[in-house]
């Protein structure tokens, strides 16, 4: 299985549809779909999958390996993730 394109990704939501792009600039996806808001917030989901994930496998490994606490990096990490998922970031 080939693997994503390496992120982090961002949001061109500047037009309809919003896009995903890479940091090369290419497009990574876009967001048909109800235009708006709803679009938006999709594409803010998608790109930050790279962030979630990355953030998701540390937290695991770190839950199945090491001492969980104290771990305020990984926290941060993952408060950072969700964040960019919602657009706060």
Not at 47 to 54: Q, V
Not at 55 to 63: E, G, T, V
Request: with cysteine; glycine share 8%.
């Amino acid at each position: 299985m080939a693997g994503h394109t390496p992120g982090p990704w961002s949001t061109d939501l500047s037009k309809y549809p919003p896009k995903v792009i890479s940091p090369t600039g290419a497009d990574v996806a876009t967001c048909w779909g109800p235009a708006g808001p709803q679009a938006r917030s999709n594409a803010r989901l998608q790109a930050a999958a790279p962030d979630l994930l990355a953030a998701c496998q540390r937290a695991a490994f770190q839950l199945t390996n090491g001492p969980i606490w104290p771990r305020d990096d990984i926290y941060r990490e993952l408060r950072a993730a969700v964040r960019k998922a919602r657009g706060e970031s």
